[in-house]
T-cell receptor
């Protein structure tokens, strides 16, 4: 069974640009969560999608948005990039995102904003 | 908001030594999770705890869910070189809550 895949793996953008990151969950998994990881703040929850609906949201500005498609693949978008958005963006999938389920992480997309 | 305090931030140990790290919170959690992250990879779940007082092992790893539901610890016995990495604790309140992560413990093993 293939694991969680994220594309691209690395990305360099400049301030003010926008970026779209993609996550393909494990086959059969319907819940996808996104996290931002930085050395200073650690792993911070961005949002969770289940069946194409945002089910939970972290404390990030509206520049961060996401969506999920009918095949459970998810994208997240960051508009008007700032230097502080440089981070490793991780997505994780689980069957339903409920209760005692294991979340499987992808390798992440490393974003550098110049 | 909810926060997890994970300690120590980093550890330098000799191969073969035992390791202990812990997480505390001012909030109650119903689930505690321990992950390991290797360079260039996403975190991998090591142990999941769902009941206060629960003690669970996974090979050389043992984790406990504190009785107060506000803390958890992870022990690694007889460390080996492949144990090097960053260990994260994570907690979840109710099943609908987002998962909160600690800032990690970076484990170094000296030759």
């Amino acid at each position: 069974k293939a694991g969680v895949t994220q594309t691209p793996r690395y990305l360099i953008k400049t301030r003010g640009q926008q970026v779209t990151l993609s996550c393909s969950p494990i086959s059969g998994h319907r819940s996808v969560s996104w996290y931002q990881q930085t050395p200073g703040q650690g792993l911070q929850f961005l949002f969770e999608y289940f069946s194409e609906t945002q089910r939970n949201k972290g404390n990030f500005p509206g520049r961060f948005s996401g969506r999920q498609f009918s095949n459970s693949r998810s994208e997240m978008n960051v508009s008007t990039l700032e230097l502080g958005d440089s981070a490793l963006y991780l997505c994780a999938s689980s069957l339903k995102g409920r209760g005692q389920e294991t979340q499987y992480f992808g390798p992440g997309t490393r974003l550098l904003v110049l | 908001g909810q926060q997890l305090n994970q300690s120590p931030q980093s550890m330098f140990i000799q191969e073969g030594e035992d390791v202990s790290m812990n997480c505390t919170s001012s909030s109650i959690f119903n689930t505690w999770l321990w992950y390991k992250q290797d360079p260039g990879e996403g975190p991998v779940l090591l142990i999941a705890l769902y009941k206060a007082g629960e003690l669970t092992s996974n090979g050389r790893l043992t984790a406990q869910f504190g009785i107060t539901r506000k803390d958890s610890f992870l022990n690694i016995s007889a460390s080996i070189p492949s144990d090097v990495g960053i260990y994260f604790c994570a907690g979840q309140g109710s099943r609908d809550d987002k998962i909160i992560f600690g800032k990690g413990t970076r484990l170094h093993i000296l030759p």
